[in-house]
Nanobody, 119 residues
Framework: VQLQASGGGVVQAGGSLRLSCAASGWKYATGWFRQAPGKERAYVARITWDSGITYYAASVKGRFTISRDKAKNTVYLQMNDVKPEDTAVYYC????????????????WGQGTLVTVSS
């Protein structure tokens, strides 16, 4: 299983950014997590691969959208109306079941991509 996250950068508050996660080797649920400086890694969203059902953390619901392109084996995280508190390293990860929300339930991780939101 290999995951490659990309798309991070600097964005102004209220702006948008799209992260991508190129995935290969499995067809399970994929999640996005983030880790802000000095904080633990936190769940952001996940999507089931076959049915495309999406789930979100309360802090991003209504602003972020997770999606996947089966043909490209890629999962996206569209981030809209970003806030300074969204600043973090974002990670994509692969789970072994659709209900996974904790880091322990995701055995496969990509490298992080840094998102910085300026106020």
């Amino acid at each position: 299983v290999q995951l490659q996250a990309s798309g991070g950068g600097v964005v102004q508050a209220g702006g948008s950014l799209r992260l991508s996660c190129a995935a290969s080797g499995w067809k399970y649920a994929t999640g996005w997590f983030r880790q802000a400086p000095g904080k633990e890694r936190a769940y952001v969203a996940r999507i089931t691969w076959d049915s495309g059902i999406t789930y979100y953390a309360a802090s991003v619901k209504g602003r972020f959208t997770i999606s996947r392109d089966k043909a490209k084996n890629t999962v996206y995280l569209q981030m809209n109306d970003v806030k300074p508190e969204d600043t973090a390293v974002y990670y994509c990860a692969a789970a072994l079941h659709d209900g996974a929300t904790t880091t322990n339930e995701y055995p496969y991780w990509g490298q992080g991509t840094l998102v910085t939101v300026s106020s």
